[in-house]
Structure formats: structure tokens, C-alpha cells
């Protein structure tokens, strides 16, 4: 990266601004998995990987505007698998360095079923529980994914269908804030099956729930038997009805809360909001500051092998954050780049994309063009319209219909723009 372009983040000024701390420690590799991520005994003891992060986290803070975080979240991997004294020394190396948690931050903590505490202790994970709460963490997020024991073992999962009821229970006793992470369209699940996992996880009470559709390659051996594209639309629109019979609402493509409980975090992956990833193959993001930068935004990731990222951090003391970067691993956004990245993340959450944004932040050219390539699937009932502002030329808002949310991927093919669709569109 050339130090002239200067892709800092301390000229940005945002409303939000998120950490993302990836653990990549599992007790078992997931057939469908393409996180980074390693089995528990091919990385060092966990508290060599806390002072990697540290040390990370003090040699690249300099080149940050220090600023109150609005949210932390651990994911991973398995982050559950940390010892709640690692995640304070996060916690707190990040304040030290000038981002303190936020007096009303999300704090997030993913957790595997059955990594809370042993399971023959009953007082144990009560206590593990309280612990994690005593460090901030006020949000988790289970990897639940299905309540079907012979689906649960074909992804390969080592957690039982026990773990994750004790989980879920807890939680819900403790009166606790969580969301439940459904994995739908398993090989040869129905929709009754499906409906039945709704059931289950409804009954545990928690106030978000994020829905995915398994994603493999087609030749993939979990591709055998599953629901086709339609079947698929059937599905995510008997989760929304149910969902939505229960008070838990949908605000994005995947993820549904009882009003109010939207995860904070996510939310900056959807909004163009900055970003710091950090830990092995975590992804960072910068905006474009309009008039200063000659780029559209910035996306930045570490390397995804232990080796790789000791070796930068090696590299990294005593150099600036963006001289320690491989330029591989930077990524200054294109217009038309910048321009799909926008569409797409807008139009994946419920509030919509807004055309008079579009206009001003990409140009009047560009809004239009969004417009045209919308309208046949508006036609086809895939998206809804509405009126913002009357008078504002551009004051129209789009969103997903429940039966578009099924099918939103042809609706994000068509705002899929190439290079040389860019210059007639400034
Ligand atoms: S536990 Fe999660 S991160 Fe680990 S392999 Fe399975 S799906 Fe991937």
C-alpha cells in the first residue's frame, strides 16, 4: 500500500464504530465450514493466540482514531472456548489503546453448545455464564443450527442435541439476551422438520435469530437430497411467518429480533460503517471520506495461517499500520465496486435502500441506473417500493417482499456491477 493514499481511520468520523475478535479454535471441523478455523490441538494454548492479539491490537491502534467502541463481538471458531480472563485482557488492552468499550456497547460472545462449562458440574455453567457477564458481555449468540440429531451429526457438529437444550436453558432461565443460529435446506429436511427445529428453539424464548440457508458447492456431499431453490423459498417463508407470529421480526435478509434486540454489530457490516477486524483471517473496513480519499472505501484482512500472522506482526512493530500490510491484503474499492458493495448491504436489511442516497453519495447517473435494473424486479414481485419524500427526485425506497427476501439473489445478480459499466454511470 502506497503511504501517499494515507488510508487511515482517523479522518473518519462515524456514528458507530465495531471490533470483531476472531477465535479460530474448534473442537471439531464442520463438513460445510469455510471460516478460518483449526481443531483445538493444531494451535498453540490459547493465551499465546490473547498476546498475539494484543500485540496486534498495540501496533496498529496508533494509525486509528482512538474512539468509545459501540461494539466488540467474539466470534469465531469457537470463542466460548476462552477463558472469560482472556477476553478481558481484550477487553481491556483495547481501552488501553484508546477504545474503551462504550457506556451502552453490544458485546457479543459466540458460543458452541456444550462449551459453557462441563457438563457434569449443574453449578458450573451457571457460573461461567455469570463470569462471561461480569467482563461485559451482554449478548450470545448460540450455534444451535438444528434440534435434529441425525441432521446435527451430518454437518459434522460434536455438540448433542442435549448441550444444546442445557444451553439454551440457562440462558433462558438467567432471563439472558441471545439469538439462536438456525441452519435450514439440510440434506432431505422437510418442512415439517424445519418447523419442528422453529418450534423448539421458540420455546427457549430468545430474542434474535439468525436464519441461514446451508451454502455448499454444488458437488459438495451435503448438496445430496436438499431442498431445491423454490422448496428453499417455501422455507424461509414459513421462518418468517413463524418468527413473526412470535413478536421476532425480520431487519435483515437472515436475521429476525424482537424490536429492539437487532445486533448493533451487524448492523455496521449493513450500514457502511468502520470497522476493525482483528485475530487470524479477520476482515476490516474503512469508508470513503468524501474529498479526501481517491479510493471508495477500504477493506482489509489479516492472514488466514498462524505462521502468517506471527510473521506480520513481526514485521509490524515499529512500522506503520499500512507499511506492515501486505498489499495483498488490501483492497481499495473501485466506484463500481463500492457501488454494488452499497446496493447489495442496503437492500439486504428490512429499512431498505434509499435512492436519494445512492444519488448523493454515487451520483444522479448511477441512481437512475439502480432504478432501471430494478423495475422488472419490482414487476415480478420480488421488491417493494415507497415513497420517502415528495418532491425529492430520488425519494424512493426499495425493499424485499417476503417471497424477494427467498429469492434475493436475483435480485443482487442485477446489481452486480462490472468495471466498464462504471464510466457512464459518473
Ligand atoms: S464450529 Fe463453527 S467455525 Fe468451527 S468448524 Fe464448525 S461451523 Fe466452522
Known amino acids: 500500500m502506497s503511504s501517499e493514499s494515507n488510508p487511515d481511520f482517523r479522518s473518519v468520523s462515524a456514528p458507530a464504530f465495531g471490533v470483531y ?37 498495540r501496533s496498529r491502534a496508533e494509525s486509528l482514531n482512538p474512539t468509545p467502541l459501540s461494539s466488540l463481538y467474539l466470534g469465531g471458531g469457537t470463542p466460548s472456548l476462552m477463558r472469560p480472563e482472556d477476553m478481558v485482557a481484550v477487553r481491556d488492552e483495547l481501552a488501553r489503546a484508546g477504545f474503551p468499550l462504550s457506556a451502552n456497547a453490544e458485546v457479543t460472545l459466540e458460543v458452541n453448545p456444550g462449551t459453557l462449562g462441563p457438563v457434569d458440574d449443574a453449578d458450573s455453567p451457571q457460573s461461567r455464564v455469570q463470569a462471561w457477564l461480569d467482563c461485559g458481555v451482554t449478548r450470545f449468540s448460540v450455534g444451535a443450527q ?113 424490536p429492539g434486540f437487532e445486533s448493533r454489530h451487524n448492523l455496521l457490516y449493513w450500514s457502511d460503517q468502520p470497522y476493525w477486524g482483528l485475530g487470524m483471517g479477520a476482515h476490516s473496513y474503512r469508508p470513503r471520506t468524501a474529498g479526501q480519499d481517491d479510493f471508495w472505501g ?14 506480520e506482526l513481526r514485521e509490524a512493530r515499529g512500522a506503520s499500520f499500512w507499511q506492515s500490510m501486505s498489499a ?88 452486480t456491477y462490472l468495471q466498464d459499466e462504471w464510466p457512464s454511470l459518473s
Open 21 to 57: 475478535v476472531h477465535i479460530p479454535y474448534c473442537l471439531q471441523i464442520c463438513t460445510y465450514c469455510d471460516f478460518v478455523k483449526f481443531e483445538v490441538g493444531d494451535l498453540p494454548p490459547m493465551g499465546r493466540y490473547v498476546d498475539l492479539l494484543r500485540e496486534e491490537i
Open 146 to 258: 438444528t434440534f435434529n440429531a441425525e441432521l446435527l451429526k451430518v454437518t459434522g457438529r460434536k455438540h448433542s442435541v442435549a448441550d444444546t437444550h442445557r444451553d439454551l436453558e440457562l440462558l433462558s432461565r438467567m432471563g439472558l439476551n441471545f439469538n439462536f443460529d438456525l441452519l435450514f435446506a439440510l440434506p432431505g429436511q422437510s418442512l415439517r422438520e424445519l418447523e419442528e427445529d422453529l418450534r423448539q428453539a421458540l420455546a427457549y424464548g430468545p430474542r434474535h435469530l439468525s436464519a441461514y440457508c446451508l451454502t455448499v458447492p454444488e458437488k459438495h456431499p451435503l448438496n445430496r437430497g436438499r431442498a431445491g431453490d423454490e422448496e428453499q423459498a417455501d422455507m424461509f417463508e414459513m421462518i418468517e411467518e413463524r418468527l413473526q407470529s412470535a413478536g421476532i421480526f425480520r431487519y435483515e435478509l437472515s436475521n429476525f429480533a424482537v
Open 298 to 311: 477500504l477493506r482489509f484482512w489479516n492472514p488466514a495461517t498462524l505462521k502468517a500472522y506471527e510473521h
Open 328 to 415: 495483498d491484503r488490501v483492497e481499495a474499492l473501485k466506484p463500481h465496486e463500492a457501488l454494488t458493495d452499497y446496493l447489495h448491504t442496503h437492500l439486504r436489511v428490512q429499512r431498505g435502500l434509499d435512492i436519494e442516497r445512492v444519488a448523493e453519495k454515487f451520483g444522479r447517473a448511477a441512481a437512475q441506473d439502480a432504478i432501471r435494473r430494478l423495475a422488472p424486479c419490482v414487476e415480478g414481485g420480488l421488491l417493494r417500493t415507497r415513497t420517502n419524500s415528495q418532491g425529492v427526485s430520488f425519494g424512493v425506497n426499495y425493499h424485499f417482499t417476503p417471497r424477494g427476501h427467498a429469492l434475493a439473489n436475483r435480485v443482487l445478480e442485477r446489481l
